[in-house]
């Protein structure tokens, strides 16, 4: 069965600091996408990433960088010279090819706090 | 821009009470879900909806319905609230790409059941 694992529940980081945070998936599909989104204390989902399973190239955006390696069926996030506004909570999900109408699988999210 | 908008941003209501939770897309999106955020559990599924009028069951649909009347609204309705739905409503749509499409949120409806 599907599912989207991120086993760091909370991380405290000072600001400038890099961090990053883990998201391990499973799925029995050889087609799926992958997606990490942002929750900031406002509660509205910020989408950040999509990533299709056959494309393992690394994204970077600004401070923000990816790492997808299905090997290990991992999709990190990393955040470079962490800011105070990146304090949020992040959630990874996983939709699959067969899933009607792109169903997501989220994990159980990770809230990074970035003090000054 | 995508913009999803739902009705409330807090709600205080009382067990037994009728809720409805609106949802509202304006980029003209086929597909709209709607998911509750619990701590430590995630976003899960209540229920989607790929055209007007067509609904499916999520993964915990208990205690709740929807309804798509038209296409850039969607509803969720606890017909009975009870304690146990305390929790964050998210709405979401996305276009009808199937699984490779992303979903936009709204900003969330904080329910407290009392």
């Known amino acids: 069965a599907q599912k989207v694992t991120q086993a760091q529940t909370e991380i405290s980081v000072v600001e400038k600091e890099d961090v990053t945070l883990d998201c391990v998936y499973e799925?029995?599909?050889?087609?799926?996408?992958l997606f990490w989104y942002k929750q900031p204390p406002s509660g509205e989902l910020v989408f950040l990433i999509r990533r299709n399973s056959f494309d393992e190239q690394n994204e970077i955006s600004g401070r923000y960088s990816w790492n997808f390696q299905k090997s290990t069926s991992s999709f990190n996030f990393t955040i470079t010279a962490s800011q105070v506004v990146d304090s949020a909570v992040y959630f990874c999900a996983l939709s699959e090819v067969y899933n009607q109408g792109g169903k997501l699988i989220f994990g159980q999210g990770t809230e990074l706090s970035v003090k000054p | 821009d995508v913009k999803v908008t739902q009705s409330s941003r807090y709600l205080v209501k009382r067990t037994g009470e009728k809720v409805f939770l609106e949802c509202v897309q304006d980029?003209?999106?086929?597909?709209m879900f709607w998911y509750r955020q619990d701590p430590g559990l995630g976003l899960r599924l209540i229920y989607f909806?790929?055209?007007?009028?067509?609904?499916e069951k999520g993964d915990i649909p208990e205690g709740y319905s929807v309804s798509r009347e038209k296409k850039e609204r969607f509803s969720l309705i606890l017909e009975s609230a009870s304690t146990n739905q305390t929790s964050m409503y998210l709405c979401?749509?996305?276009?009808?790409?199937?699984?490779?499409?992303?979903?936009?949120f709204g900003p969330g409806t904080r329910l407290l059941v009392l």
């Open positions: 980029m003209d999106h086929e597909n």
């Open positions: 799925t029995r599909d050889t087609t799926y996408y």
């Open positions: 979401a749509s996305s276009p009808n790409g199937g699984t490779r499409e992303t979903q936009y």
């Open positions: 909806s790929y055209d007007v009028k067509m609904k």
